[in-house]
């Protein structure tokens, strides 16, 4: 029994461990979470490769049915934090809402996101306080999704609402080159 | 005792297990599973990434006369190949790889400058908002390590700044005896660098 215990601890650590080094994704079409914000298991945003600013993580589920919901804690931040949130739902199934649910004390901020069969929706949020997304189907049919979650990080946060939507819609200025051949001497 | 440690061990069980939804690594086969799919959201989030860094390194040049000024398409640092070095096509290739890195060392420089700004900012609103005297202890030691991390990536990239402007001088040297490109063109570049970057 001890030795059960121990193995059976040890694994854990280890499946944590190398979840850290890989792509993040939760698959929840392969389980099922709580759909209680309050009990909503840490979802854990990853550096990723290829990915130079931030943290990100994703889930793919489903929900509906007997399934009442799906809830994950994305984490806790005492500063208002911009965050990207994007949900997709299956073609072939029922529509799929998010909601955003942001705690800073006695403040609760609630955000919801609705996408139909097909449709892929990605919203930017600022928020304070402990984050944590709930995921159900406003039907009770059966709904496929992905959910998509993205911390770029302080770089981000210290923006004003002007530049960020700038960067955001692509608009932004930028230097050709910052050192390029010109005209003029260079020899006595 | 040892039923002691099994409980402990159990409940440590339970509460890793409870606590954690376990992202899993998985196979590339089965990234189209999703549209869109986990690569294609790193993918759009990289080109957001590359915006923004392309916005954070224009926004520093534009308030730095020395490199370029608001609404200037010309923006950037122009070196003079001098008409010695232009009538030398083995000449000109060499001073434009040398420029080429140049142009992205400069490049990654302002960008930091920029970066750095912003990131002040949130360390002050951090300060200002944290309550007690140990927050405070925290978030100062936090800046801090913040600025020296900055300095040492900073400095790293003036030498290379530096280096790439005395090859540079020096391939031109080669070809145009006596032009001394590096005292004329490239020390000004250096000395502006190590003036303007560190904090």
């Known amino acids: ?188 | 005792m040892t039923r002691m440690v099994k409980q402990l061990l159990l409940f440590l069980l339970l509460y890793c297990s409870s606590q954690l939804a376990i992202a899993a690594d998985y196979d590339g086969a089965m990234d189209n599973l999703f549209n869109p799919s986990f690569s294609s959201m790193l993918t759009s989030a990289s080109k957001f990434t590359q915006a923004h860094s392309d916005h954070s390194a224009a926004t520093a040049c534009r308030t730095d006369p020395k490199c370029g000024m608001p609404g200037d398409s010309n923006s950037g640092f122009k070196l003079p190949a001098g008409s010695c070095c232009e009538g030398s096509s083995a000449c000109i290739e060499a001073f434009d790889g040398y420029v080429t890195k140049i142009d992205s060392v400069m490049y990654a420089l302002y960008k930091n400058e920029r970066t750095y700004a912003v990131i002040m900012r949130i360390h002050q609103a951090r300060m200002g908002a944290a309550s007690g005297a140990r927050k405070q202890v925290d978030f100062a030691k936090a800046q801090k390590g913040f600025i020296e991390k900055f300095n040492a990536k900073t400095r790293s990239n003036i030498i290379k700044l530096n280096n790439y402007l005395l090859a540079l001088g020096g391939a031109v040297d080669q070809y145009c005896t006596g032009s001394k490109w590096y005292k004329r063109n490239g020390l000004p570049i250096y000395q502006h660098a190590k003036a303007k970057f560190p904090k």
Not at chain 1, 9 to 37: C, K, P, Q, W
Not at chain 1, 54 to 64: E, F, K, L, Q, T
Not at chain 1, 142 to 167: C, K, Q
Request: charged residues 20%; positive net charge.
């Open chain 1, 1 to 188: 029994m001890f030795r059960i215990l121990l193995f059976a601890l040890l694994f854990s650590i280890v499946s944590v461990a190398g979840a850290a080094s890989g792509v993040n994704i939760y698959m929840d079409i392969h389980g099922d979470v709580t759909h209680r914000e309050k009990s909503a298991p840490r979802l854990k945003l990853r550096k990723q490769k290829g990915l130079n600013l931030g943290r990100m993580a994703g889930v793919w589920g489903a929900v509906g049915k007997r399934d009442a919901g799906d809830a994950y804690f994305l984490g806790k931040t005492p500063l208002p934090a911009r965050m990207s949130f994007t949900l997709a739902s299956s073609k072939q199934h029922a529509p799929v809402r998010l909601w955003v649910i942001a705690r800073d004390g006695s403040d609760v901020v609630k955000h919801d996101m609705q996408v139909n069969p097909g449709e892929t929706l990605e919203q930017w949020l600022t928020l304070k306080g402990m984050i944590t997304v709930v995921i159900d189907s406003p039907s009770g049919k059966e709904a496929v999704y992905a959910a998509y979650f993205w911390y770029p990080g302080y770089s981000l946060d210290g923006m004003d609402d002007d530049e960020f939507n700038r960067i955001q819609s692509g608009q932004v200025e930028s230097v050709p080159s910052f050192a390029s051949r010109g005209q003029g001497r260079a020899a006595r």
